[in-house]
């Protein structure tokens, strides 16, 4: 089969069923899809049936916040993809709007379209790549001349999808707490997996505004074989491009740390700071700092 620079991946299978099969489903892709694969999260989507059907809201839970965890450990296999998990229609509000009406740009827009949904002969049936076509760009920008595949891997023995309960809103637990406007910093070396939960998490918490410190200058002098970190512009430049195509919607703000605290300390809009375990104890730091200021963050 040919192999295409980019592509979109639609998971329509119930949250339970993906965490069991996304290993042999992300198998199947990386046999066609060579550098950036997309990821969209849809369990419960149809394409079989008269109607199109169209994008409908995710609630943030954390039950999706572990798949998401666990569809990037799982992409770790797979070293040649650059793999984005996009949050686009996961949202940790009401659910009071029940569809998206605006097509999404991606910085890699999709030559092909891959999907987990299977039709009951097994085979690539044209009505039902049609209808995935027209779900996905309708969705997201994606290049003219788009292929679409009905993927088949191998799964191992379990149950099958037909037996599992259909995959509803708000059966998954309650909705992940959100925050008007978040922190996070790092170095964010060569982007990779580790780095993409993190920021996974931070923009499912965060209603508004994203703030992304980036070391840089004298917090780079203690790192090991601190001569090959790439220089702060390139790193900001991939941060900047994962983030806005995982979720668009927030204000992203980006600055040089050349302090362990930033504005982390002062900036009283902030409401909740997200560590790994790596900066956790500068997390703490920062809100003893804050706590002075009568201004404490919420640690996640």
């Known amino acids: 089969m040919s192999v295409f620079r980019s592509g979109l991946l639609v ?42 059907p169209g994008s409908t809201y995710v609630p943030a839970t954390p039950e999706v916040y572990s798949l998401i965890n666990k569809l990037y450990a799982d992409a770790g296999a797979h070293s040649h993809l650059d793999v984005r998990v996009l949050l686009t229609n996961i949202r940790n509000q ?39 076509e027209r779900y996905a760009t ?20 379990m149950m099958d999808q037909s037996e599992l309960p259909p995959w509803e809103p708000g059966l ?18 060569r982007l990779h997996n580790a780095h993409k939960i993190l ?21 780079l002098e203690n790192k090991m074989l601190k001569e090959l970190i790439q220089p702060y512009e390139h790193r900001v430049e991939k941060l900047c491009e994962f983030l806005v195509d995982v ?9 040089p740390l050349v302090d362990p605290y930033g504005p982390s300390i002062t900036d009283p809009d902030l409401e909740c700071i997200v560590v790994s375990e790596e900066t956790r104890k500068g997390g703490v730091a920062v809100n003893k700092k804050r706590l002075e200021n009568v201004m404490p963050l919420k640690l996640t």
């Open 199 to 219: 920021l996974s998490a931070c923009c499912l918490l965060a209603e508004n505004r994203l703030l992304v410190g980036v070391s840089d200058k004298d917090l």
């Open 172 to 189: 998954d637990g309650g909705a992940l707490r959100s925050y008007s406007d978040v922190v996070v910093g790092g170095t964010f070396d």
């Open 247 to 255: 979720k668009p919607s927030l204000r992203y703000d980006i600055v």
């Open 11 to 52: 998971l329509t299978a119930p949250l339970s069923a993906l965490s069991l099969r996304f290993v042999p489903i992300l198998a199947s892709a990386s046999r066609i899809v060579e550098d950036t694969l997309y990821i969209h999260l849809q369990p419960g989507l149809s394409l079989t049936g008269s109607s199109q």
């Open 138 to 157: 309708s969705c997201y920008s994606c290049r003219p001349n788009l292929i679409s595949v009905l993927l088949y891997p191998d799964y191992e023995p």
């Open 94 to 132: 009401s659910l009071t709007q029940q569809s998206l009406s605006s097509v999404q740009n991606l910085s890699h827009p999709p030559e092909v379209i891959l999907t987990d949904f299977q039709t009951s002969d097994g085979g690539q049936y044209n009505p039902v790549k049609q209808r995935l």
